[in-house]
Structure formats: structure tokens, C-alpha cells
Nanobody, 119 residues
Framework: QVQLVESGGGLVQAGGSLRLSCAASGSISSIVAMAWDRQAPGKQRESVAMIQSDGEAIYSDSVKGRFTISRDNAWNTLYLQMNSLKPEDTAVYHC?????????????WGQGTRVVVSS
């Protein structure tokens, strides 16, 4: 099993920056990819960014060029550097880990960290 704990959220003015972190524990050697998604008030969850074991990163169009996903080599920590923040980036951000456990493909989510961008 993999456990995830996010941190780094907060209140920031539009145009500002925040760096989110996600600490992973448990069977981290079985992780094959990690990602961030977000859920704004009254809206469905939205994928933000994903990074694979080879380092390839994929971003949603809404954050491309402003956000950067990265990780340490051992999958201990996942990061999301968010620059040029906009009010529409306000959401609860969740960390996700895709991993194998007992031969099965599984996913874990963290509790989330709230980001509020004021105009």
C-alpha cells in the first residue's frame, strides 16, 4: 500500500506562486506514476499533471506553461510548482500514486491541500 500526504497549499494573490509537496510512504518502490488533480468548489475533479517513471510529464491545457510537476528519484516526494496563479486555479489539490500491489494495479489519493488564489 502507498500513503500520501500533501502540503504547501494556502492563500496567494493572482500572479503569485506556490509549491505543493506530496510525501509518499509505504510500498513506494512499486509506484509507476504519480499525478496531481484538483477539485474546485462545485466542479468535478480535473487532472492537472502526471509524471511517469521515465520522467515524462503531461499537463492539462489549463496549466501548461505555468505549472511544473517533478519528483525525487525514489518517489519519496512529488512536487507541483505553480506559477502565474489565477483565481480559477482555486481548488483542493490531491496527489495520486499509481502502483502495483500483489500483482494488481492500484491507486492511492492523499487528503488534499487547499489552494486559494485571490484576484
Amino acid at each position: 500500500q502507498v500513503q500520501l500526504v500533501e502540503s504547501g497549499g494556502g492563500l496567494v494573490q493572482a500572479g503569485g506562486s506556490l509549491r505543493l509537496s506530496c510525501a509518499a510512504s509505504g510500498s513506494i518502490s512499486s509506484i509507476v506514476a504519480m499525478a496531481w488533480d484538483r477539485q474546485a468548489p462545485g466542479k468535478q475533479r480535473e487532472s492537472v499533471a502526471m509524471i511517469q517513471s521515465d520522467g515524462e510529464a503531461i499537463y492539462s491545457d489549463s496549466v501548461k506553461g505555468r505549472f511544473t510537476i517533478s519528483r525525487d528519484n525514489a518517489w519519496n516526494t512529488l512536487y507541483l510548482q505553480m506559477n502565474s496563479l489565477k483565481p480559477e486555479d482555486t481548488a483542493v489539490y490531491h496527489c495520486i500514486a499509481d502502483y502495483f500491489y500483489s500483482g494488481d494495479s492500484r491507486a492511492s489519493w492523499g487528503q488534499g491541500t487547499r489552494v486559494v488564489v485571490s484576484s
